[in-house]
């Protein structure tokens, strides 16, 4: 794998909720919980049409060792196991909960005791959380390792206009520096490193004054730059290694958590309430009053936008996520899930796309893009059907971060090319090692 050769775009932070301390919405009516909040199977439903559930109830298991638990977040009545449709286009299954509006937690939830790492992981197992921070992969599995030498927290959130990772690192130090204590004891790393991006001062003097007496704690500020917040760029700009091709973070020794992952394991740990709402940035030129808003997981984004004042214009495109890699999504009707930190509402000027030209060759995209790859020989070999360029290419290995589009001055929609040869070049790969057998 190529070296991170440059940092990646810059981009306007637009981080306009920054200073706006999340606020709880009231409980929707309904719920729609799909099944499939993160990398791996699908989980399995426990109860059935009819049944009554708590908050924080199990209602689906998982299916797989990559897999995750989910809960009820919402008490109330089981309506029926739907299907909904992903903001990514696939349709997953679904279970839909009429909320009784009691939010009554469920009686059989208690503190853990988590002294080692066994106790962590089914910790961890039991709470249902995923990495927060968008990726989704079951956090458990990430932490069920032999040895760590490092562990990089991500407090980066380098993507414009989301701020609820900064709201964490703000508002839920006590978590943070507990679940650092946590980490410490069962996994025993030789550094934890706190990367955090310099446009966020108050973050790194809040996460500073709570670890400056836990000794293997480094605070690393990081340059304002995209993706400075994806996995093998933090790991190369916080540690100074770099994540081979085919490699995990692991393979060198580290693990990186998102800080919102981080401060949810926490705050299972001491209560016992798994993974049921999420922090999100609710934002954009069409929101009449930009928030930060504590969800129930299945909150619908039509009652999201309600609870911040509507719309003032509007939406042209809504996009779950940040602008960079969210998906826009084609119903209001679509629920949050378990790693959605932000909704975005952009009116007809921010949504405008503009028309492409030419290619200019000026090697733009080539000098934006953090693994040093060549979106635009990419564009080539697929028009040339030739697969075995793709593959030397090393389109396998794009991130999709879209900085090669930011940086086009022809506008050229580039990462969307790069997702079709990516995906074609681990068919391929995925076939010549099943031939291998």
């Known amino acids: 794998m190529p070296l991170f050769n440059l940092p990646g775009v810059s981009l306007p932070h637009k981080k306009g909720t920054a200073k706006k301390t999340p606020v709880a919405m009231p409980t929707p009516t309904s719920v729609l919980i799909p099944l499939s909040m993160h990398i791996g199977a699908p989980a399995t439903p426990v ?11 199990i209602i689906a298991e998982a299916s797989g060792y990559v897999s995750a638990k ?13 299907t909904t449709i992903l903001s990514n286009g696939r349709k997953v299954s679904a279970i839909l909960i009429e909320s009784d509006g009691l939010n009554t937690p469920c009686e059989t939830l208690a503190p853990r005791e988590v002294n080692t ?36 927290i991500n407090g980066a959130e380098c993507e414009p206009y989301i701020t609820s990772d900064t709201r964490t690192m703000l508002d839920r130090g006590d978590d943070i520096r507990y679940g650092i204590e946590i980490l410490n004891k069962c996994l025993n790393p030789q550094r934890v490193i706190f ?91 069409a929101v009449a009053e930009p928030k930060n808003v504590v969800a129930p997981i299945g909150t619908r984004i039509t009652d999201l936008i309600t609870f911040a004042g509507g719309t003032k214009s509007e939406p042209k495109k809504v996009i779950l996520g940040g602008p960079m890699m969210g998906w826009s999504v084609e119903s209001m009707e679509m629920p949050v899930m378990k790693n959605t ?13 503009p028309e492409p030209t030419a290619c200019i060759k000026c090697g733009n995209c080539v000098n934006a893009c953090p693994f040093g790859l060549d979106p635009k020989a990419f564009v080539q070999a697929l ?5 075995e360029a793709l593959v030397n290419l090393k389109a396998n290995i794009c991130m999709e971060c879209g900085c090669c589009s ?17 995906a074609k070049v681990m068919k391929i790969l995925k076939e010549r090692q099943e031939a291998k057998k």
């Open 47 to 57: 109860v059935k049409t009819g049944d009554i559930v708590t908050v924080g109830q």
């Open 341 to 353: 930190n932000a909704v975005l509402f952009f009116n007809e000027r921010e949504a405008t796309v």
């Open 195 to 285: 990367g955090i991006e310099k446009n966020k001062p108050e973050c790194i003097e809040n996460i500073t004054n709570l670890t400056s007496n836990i000794e293997n704690v480094t605070i690393a500020p990081l340059k304002a730059m995209y993706p400075q917040g994806g996995e093998k760029v933090l790991v190369y700009h916080t540690t100074g290694k770099t994540i081979m091709e085919g490699k995990l973070p692991i393979d060198a020794g580290v693990i990186v958590i998102n800080c919102t992952t981080l401060a949810e394991i926490a705050s299972f740990i001491r209560t016992g309430m798994p993974l049921v709402k999420k922090c999100i940035t609710i934002d954009g030129g």
């Open 117 to 152: 790492l066994e106790e962590l992981v089914q910790a961890v197992k039991d709470s249902g959380i995923v990495g927060l921070g968008g990726a989704g992969f079951p956090t458990a599995v990430k932490l069920n390792v032999k040895s760590v030498e490092e562990i990089v």
């Open 383 to 387: 028009r040339a059907g030739d697969d």
């Open 70 to 82: 989910i809960h009820s977040s919402v008490s109330g009545k089981v309506k029926n196991t739907d």
């Open 406 to 422: 930011f940086a086009c001055p022809a506008k050229r929609q580039l990462v969307h090319t790069n997702k079709i040869a990516k």
